[in-house]
């Protein structure tokens, strides 16, 4: 029996820091290499934001120095969930990215929130109710 991969198209985030000690020249051209390294896993560059210089809210060794600022990069794509996990084996083996993240973007139709009944619910958390006796003087 064969099993049959799931070979969708998904979207995901992937957001990568750079030392600062990179020029903008080194900068432009690892995104240059990140949106072909896409290219070469059959996938598509959705949008591409440099969010600039931060600082991190710890310091990250690097090549033997230690980093309290990086270059951030945001990237949106999409490609099959197989090519992202050899895509992200790429990314990690990448020497001049001081860390990194990949995560799939939920559906729109998946992440909105599911309602619970609360019919069950509210007796159990309702006070007892006290009945007033209403007397009828005539």
């Known amino acids: 029996m064969k099993l049959v991969k799931d070979l969708s198209v998904r ?19 690892l995104k240059d290499k990140m949106v072909q390294l896409i290219a070469r896993y059959k996938g598509k560059l959705i949008t591409a934001e440099d969010w600039g210089k931060k600082n991190l809210a710890y310091r990250i060794r690097h090549k ?43 559906d729109k139709k998946s992440a909105a929130p599911k309602v619970i009944s609360t019919e069950s619910v509210e007796p159990a958390l309702a006070k007892p109710k006290t009945s007033k006796k209403i007397v009828n003087k005539e």
């Open 64 to 106: 033997s120095q230690h980093q309290s600022q990086a270059y951030y990069t945001h990237l949106v794509l999409e490609m099959t969930s197989d090519k992202a996990v050899a895509f992200e084996k790429e990314v990690y083996l990448e020497n001049s990215i001081m860390r990194h993240l990949l995560v799939k973007v939920e």
């Open 11 to 29: 979207t995901y985030e992937l957001t990568y820091l750079v030392p600062v000690s990179f020029s903008e020249t080194e900068v432009t051209s």
